[in-house]
């Protein structure tokens, strides 16, 4: 007589293992993914149109049996130019413009508080929009709350290496914002 | 290990330690270096208040702009194939088929209400669970739900979220819900 556990696994639909790893990798990068694209100059509503776009892409990457070497960089890369994509809109610039200004605001302190935490946080924003490639993106994936092993990994650089990188931009960013 | 190679190691050094990665040994020989570098010291200081302005700079936007809690679902979606596409090259044979029906309908007389099937709507399918196997052994469940719920398995209505309505739900072998309809006069 057939197990009756048995039988119920050979008739249950099989799971799409692209979309079954893709929910996965949402699950664990989408918060990151979304405070990086906010740092990175992104209004929410961007920012979450690019998470979207971006986690259809790497089901589609999946799905066509693409390299699954560093899936956490290929995110954050495509992620990265979907927003210099939507940036080309001159029309789209000015909203990215007005919302990030705005987003600096913690609605929880005191006036004072929120002015004093917007004009730190701008100050920072511009400063590390200055500062070389690889250094700002080291800063961008830090803001976002990945550890620096992570950042290395989406680099592709050696975790040993991060701390120059770090070191590097720190001095930068010590004489812009003096 | 000269001055200049232990600062080398300082600096690779410091991502570990700003995420706790160091072993007890390493964190020993780095506390202890600090504490005689002055220099190291300083760059420890800086490489720390950086990491603490970026990290809360992070927070502060996730905090201000809040994830929308659909963006699962919404995902889950668009990720499922299309339940079914029409071919368009039987778009006319279609057309003249519901046009004979209307005709039919409006000549032929109407039966008794007594002996008419009750009127039911389709079942919707859950778009974020895979279809039932045309083999399993289904069962409908009759049960009240919120409208928001509802809405949140992808049913399209428009109501208050917080109303309660008749529902009938496809449950499969697996206990879950795969598909759902409204009964009675809740439509």
Redesign the interface.
Known sequence: MADEGTAKVAKAVPADPSQVETLRRFDELREPLRRYLLCAGAGPADADDAVQETFLKLYRHLKKNGDPENLCGWVFQVARNYLRDERKSAQRQRTISLEHTDAFADPRGSPEHRALGQERARRLSAAIEKLPQQQRECMLLRASGLRYSEIAEILGIQLSSVGAVVNRATARLREDLA | MSDVLQCGRV??????W??G?LSADEESWLNGHVGECSECAA?LA??TA??G???G?????????L??RE??E???A??MPPAHVWNIRWMPAGAAALAVAIVLAAIVPPRPAAIMKREETPMVAIPYL????P??NATIVRMNLRVGTLLAMGYKMSADPDRVVPAEVLVG??GRAHAVRLVGSSN
């Open positions: 600096l690779e050094m410091l991502p570990q700003a995420d990665e760059t800086e490489f950086l990491d302005q970026l990290t700079w992070g927070q502060l936007m996730a905090r201000r702009n994830p929308s963006a699962r919404r995902l889950v668009r990720l895979p279809p039932l196997d083999r399993e072998e697996d």
